[in-house]
């Protein structure tokens, strides 16, 4: 009997820790409560705007060096270039273009969170300098995955970035970085990194022809 009471105190603690949302393609998300925001605690892996217009899908490495359009892709492939992934963990990489898409990229209701609101997010978690240890999971980072508790929920995972002039996939089990929707300059936008060696949030401007992981956040 004693155990069927924590089982039911467990089972509402979860339901009450993780809600969930759907894209258009019918992929669900973990979603979790983080101060006044509410995240997907999972990267996306939509291949259709909310119009249902498709994005697109550029896997090989010289049609991404040359692409200055929207595009998204697989993080993990193999020497030939196929994937081994299926997103299933990691998700889709998206270049920022994809994310600036007015046809919307994230779920109704959702939307890509702005600079602002990663740093509202990483400010409630107590900063940058700690903040990236409390957003990370604790398991398929390398090692050390220094400081990671996951005790936010958001189960941030290492899909590694596509490195735009040579289109190549680098740092998959190393590093996650996230897009936001606030252009920098003409050429850059903000995005937020997580390392393996380090508990920070890195918060720097980069060109948009990059591919990172994305997250929404509820409208």
């Not at 270049?95 to 509202?120: C, Y």
């Amino acid at each position: 009997m004693k155990w069927l009471f924590l089982f039911l105190v467990l089972t509402i603690f979860i339901s009450k820790l993780y809600s969930q949302v759907t894209d258009i393609d019918g992929n669900t998300y973990k979603t979790v409560i983080i101060g006044q925001q509410e995240w997907m605690a999972e990267n996306l892996k939509v291949e259709h705007y909310r119009n249902g217009d498709v994005i697109l899908w550029v896997q090989d490495d010289k049609k991404w060096h040359n692409t200055i359009r929207d595009a998204c892709c697989y993080s993990v492939l193999d020497v030939d270039n196929n994937v081994v992934d299926t997103g299933k963990f990691f998700g889709i990489l998206y270049n920022w273009w994809a994310v600036d898409d007015q046809r919307g990229l994230a779920p109704e209701g959702w939307h890509m969170p702005s600079d602002n609101e990663w740093t509202i997010l990483t400010d409630y978690l107590g900063g940058e300098s700690v903040a990236g240890g409390k957003l990370k999971a604790t398991i398929l980072w390398n090692n050390p995955n220094k400081g990671a508790t996951n005790e936010s929920g958001f189960t941030a995972l290492p899909a590694g970035v596509r490195f735009s002039p040579l289109g190549k996939f680098i740092m998959i089990g190393l590093f996650d970085n996230f897009w936001s929707s606030s252009e920098d300059s003409g050429n850059n936008a903000w995005f937020r990194g997580l390392f393996n060696d380090g508990s920070d949030v890195n918060r720097r401007s980069i060109g948009k022809e990059l591919g990172y992981s994305c997250r929404c956040v509820k409208d």
